[in-house]
């Protein structure tokens, strides 16, 4: 009943029944209530831009997941960014980057909300204007997206509107309203108030015309929050609900993959080193463990009914093949290749390797009469992504295909589904373009691709790496013999040796897994006999055609990282 803030009360004063006739003179509340105020107006802001997400989100359920404010917005910055602060991005959240960038950007939008609250309490056409803004902001980014389409701005604008009127009913309270209820305190009529009578008084008097002095009316302040957070949670969860019809995980279950023409090669016996040593990564990287790196926030979802590859650019025939097409293909083949990205950094993660199935790029190439004075070809992912690979290398390494299986399952909606390109030996950002719905046969004169706009490399082969995964660095073991073990990958060429030292001392050469194909990394270990201390480890590798690996240190950045993996551990 009275307007005195529980943080604004005098001690002895005593509030249940003190009349609340001061409050009118000190403003409605005195300098508790001028706070409390604020408070509530950045609490409306906040509540404000809640209704606006969710309802910007049920509305996306029309138009696309990624035309969602946020989520286009979170793309947009992900384009926009310098590849360095991406980078740092990568290394920090590694695989969770995309939720932090949503929460970042969550993050930043609660703060503008709640100070165009605390703005338009005193100026409601900044409050107006500041919604109005978020909204063209969010429709921009919605709309600037390659692969948007003719509605995309309209969950930002929607949002928005309703934003700027969830803005304004919430302010109501807090500065102009009078309401039955403060009527009714200060008659001291409240405790008679029958229940629920009083609820559409209050609501009248929260939308209605301001009234005559300022009141602060918390109640129909909650009232109408409470409103708004019901309408902000049933709009972005019927959105979140509604939106997984555009899931294809179900329609990806009912495909049946078909039988490769040409089967993997069978693994030799004790391919995999990681059965008889402790803590090395596995031959084969099973698909939930497989790294991932694309600029997908919301992934796309493409229904294999729905699914073309067009091929456009100097082609002899300009062809559109459906899924259909490509699964029936009598010339499938099978392949065990390791993928690496080239934002990898010495020693890092970002590399795997999976058993796939696809279509053999060169001879589907050649089929539809790619033309000799392409040397680039450019691929087009269904968000739009542009990845360039080199056409000589699409036409010449071999196994390069269009895949469509990855361990033995379509490929994962992560991973690409339905079509993706692998290339062996050259960075994924330059080949292994996922969702793949277009080829063009183009020039790299003619087009930059994503990355190639960005400043990396146009061409890039996978540099010869080796890592230590056993012991773990910074590790502390009992001292004795112990293996030390990892992997080291040159793709199209193979490892040829792997070498070890430790500190200082002398490189000794490690027992190489069995060999499997060139296209994979191959596991290497070396036991080695610690007595008690403190020791760094450094690992080499050598391809099969000679080339050792180089100590010179590189970023990632433009073509991928070189160095040395070194690192420290102690024997106790
Ligand atoms: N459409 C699309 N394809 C893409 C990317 C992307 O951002 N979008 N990223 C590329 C990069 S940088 C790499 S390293 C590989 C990673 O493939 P993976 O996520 O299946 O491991 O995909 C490539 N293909
Ligand atoms: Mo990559």
Redesign the pocket.
Known sequence: MNRIAPWGRRPGVTTTEQAPAPAADTGPAGRGGRWLRRVLAALAGLLSAAVALGVAHLVAAGTGPSTAPVIAVGDTVITKVPESVKQFAIETFGENDKIALVAGTLVVVAIYAMVLGLLALRWRPVGVVGVALFGIVGALAAVSRPAAEGLAWLPSVVGAVIGIVALLLLLRPLTGARTSYSADAAAGRHRDEPAGEGVVDRLRAALGTSGDRKGLDRRGFFLAGGAALGVAAVTGGGGYLLQRRFDVSEARADLTLPTPASPAPRLPAGADLAETVDGVTPLMTRNAD???????ITV?QIRPSEYELTLTGSFDRRTTFSLEDLYGRDDLIERDIT??????EVGGK?A?TARWIGVPLGAFLRENGVSADSDQLV?????G?T?GAPTRSALEVEDAMLAIG?NGEPL?V???FPV??IIPGL???V??????VGIEATTFDAFDA??VERDWAAEAPIKVASRIDTPAALRRFPAGRVPIAGVAWAQTRGIGSVEVRVDDGDWMEAELAPAVDADLWRQWVLPHDFAPGSYQLTVRATSADGETQTADRATPFPSGSTGLHSIRVTAT
């Open positions: 497989f790294y991932r790196v694309d600029t997908a796309p993928l690496t990205c080239v934002s990898n970002l795997g691929c087009r992912s269904s968000d992504m990845i990855m994962p992560e991973h690409g993706r390109m960075y994924g950002y080949s292994a373009c996922k969702w793949l994503y990355w």
